[in-house]
């Protein structure tokens, strides 16, 4: 009796020792919702921290991991950096490129101890556009596949890595000029053996598509949009595969070769967050502050054509249902368990039914007011809300509002990244290092 548990025991521990992979941003399926239910809901700067490690430079790029290595991007500078501001505010352009050399960089890290495995500059020099104060030039989130490391940056190229750091090709793009010089930030997707990457820019905008094993281009397709900033969603379903591309002119749908299937016109004039599908819907979201048109859409598969819902109407065919005032501007929306969170830029909360729309509370207001940039994610029974001081809000879920508790990071913390939830690890990026949070035992 005494071999059967020890051994029963050695398989339960072995089992949850193992970390789960999250190869892009917001993890395989884009949703951020964690597959174990044993996250952590309480840490500070130093409670359940299981390491933290200093990054050098500024990204906003989430880190991703596979097997034992975590994977994420910077850009250092090597003249005098900016501070950055909080909250969100006017007056951020800054229209002239920076003149001192900067240095772009993939790093890996150990995902148990935070140590440097490797790190690669992929290239040095000047930049070749100029960003906002509150962005920076590795604002996309890597991928990987598991066998390399697709490290995208904008405004200079695609960069294909092994998990040891070797180059494995590079594609350069374009540096496009952005809506008031704000950089750019939409992370590629990969598909089959295919990279996807969506460049919504004010000069030419384009889908493209390269051959992920040699970077050669499958496909160049042109986009009659100007500057966003949302990921491209690669959407699976019974009826067929589909590439989802938010804009500020049409959300677009194209088939892998990048021939349209279907447009929906009625988004706000800035697009940013991400789409992902949930229990048989896609969810399209579009928020900018300044717009009267703040959309969330539902949408059902095996659509074509135009879309477009009349003036007054929030259904159709194809689209369960829609709300032309409810988005976000920065972070995507979240469902899990069947409920729809909007966290708002502003500390504001709302959850709706995820099928109907039907509203169960409105933008319920946390206790502090700085801004939120970062998604939304979930675990078990608990939503996590992290602002950019380094504050996070735990609520349980369901359809009443119910603030549990929060937790804050050191108050030199700035996070505008979202996590990667990997097992029972919190992955958190600020602008000064990477925490692994996980519970002690």
């Not at 793009?173 to 704000?182: D, E, G, I, S, V």
């Not at 059902?300 to 054509?305: E, L």
């Not at 509370?361 to 700085?370: G, K, P, V």
């Not at 913390?413 to 949070?437: E, F, N, Q």
């Amino acid at each position: 009796m005494q071999t059967l548990t020890l051994a029963l025991l050695i398989i339960a521990t072995t089992a949850y020792a193992e970390p789960a992979n999250w190869p892009q941003f917001r993890g395989a399926d884009s949703r951020g919702v964690a597959t174990s239910v044993d996250l952590p809901d309480r840490w500070s700067a130093t409670e359940n921290i299981e390491w933290k490690a200093e990054i050098p430079g500024r990204g906003w790029s989430s880190p991703i991991v596979w097997g034992d290595r975590v994977f994420l991007t910077t850009v250092i500078n090597h003249g005098e950096t900016e501070p950055l501001k909080k909250g969100l505010y006017f007056g951020g352009d800054r229209p002239e490129i920076p003149a001192s050399e900067h240095e772009w960089k993939v790093m890996c890290l150990g995902l148990a101890t935070g140590k440097v495995i490797w790190e690669k500059t992929v290239r040095k020099g000047r930049p070749l556009t100029p960003i906002h104060i509150k962005s920076s030039y590795a604002s996309e989130t890597p991928l990987t596949d598991g066998k390399n490391v697709y490290a995208c940056f904008g405004s200079v190229g695609i960069y294909c890595l092994d998990l040891d750091g070797r180059e494995v090709w590079q594609h350069t793009l374009p540096a496009p000029k952005m809506r008031n010089n704000w950089g750019t930030s939409a992370s590629p997707v990969l598909h089959g053996e295919r990279l996807y990457y969506v460049s919504d820019n004010d000069e030419q905008s384009y889908l493209l598509a390269l051959d992920k094993n040699t970077g050669k281009e499958a496909f160049r397709a042109p986009r009659w949009e100007k500057s966003n900033w949302s990921t491209p969603f690669i959407w699976q379903h019974d009826k067929r595969t589909e590439i989802i591309t938010p804009g500020t002119g049409a959300i677009m749908s194209y088939d892998l070769d990048g021939k349209p299937l279907w447009k929906l016109r009625g988004m706000s004039v800035i697009t940013i967050a991400t789409p992902y599908a949930a229990d048989g819907l896609l969810y399209v979201s579009s928020g900018y502050v300044g717009d009267k048109m703040k959309p969330i859409y539902a949408i059902k598969p095996g659509a074509s054509g135009d879309l477009t819902l009349p003036e007054g109407q929030t259904s159709s065919e194809f689209i369960a249902w829609a709300n032309p005032g409810i988005a976000p501007y920065n972070p995507s929306t979240l469902v899990h368990n069947g409920l729809l969170y909007v966290l708002y830029d502003r500390a504001l909360v709302s959850c709706f039914d995820a099928k109907t729309g039907a509203q169960h509370y409105d933008r319920q207001r946390l206790e502090r007011s700085a801004g939120f940039t970062t998604s939304p994610w979930a675990s078990g029974d608990r939503i996590y809300c992290l602002n950019e001081d380094g504050v996070c809000y735990v609520l349980h879920t369901g359809k009443t509002f119910e603030l549990l508790h929060q937790n804050t990071l050191a108050p030199d913390d700035l996070c505008m990244a979202t996590p990667a939830l990997v097992g029972d690890r919190l992955l958190i990026r600020t602008d000064k290092r990477l925490y692994s949070i996980r519970k002690v035992r």
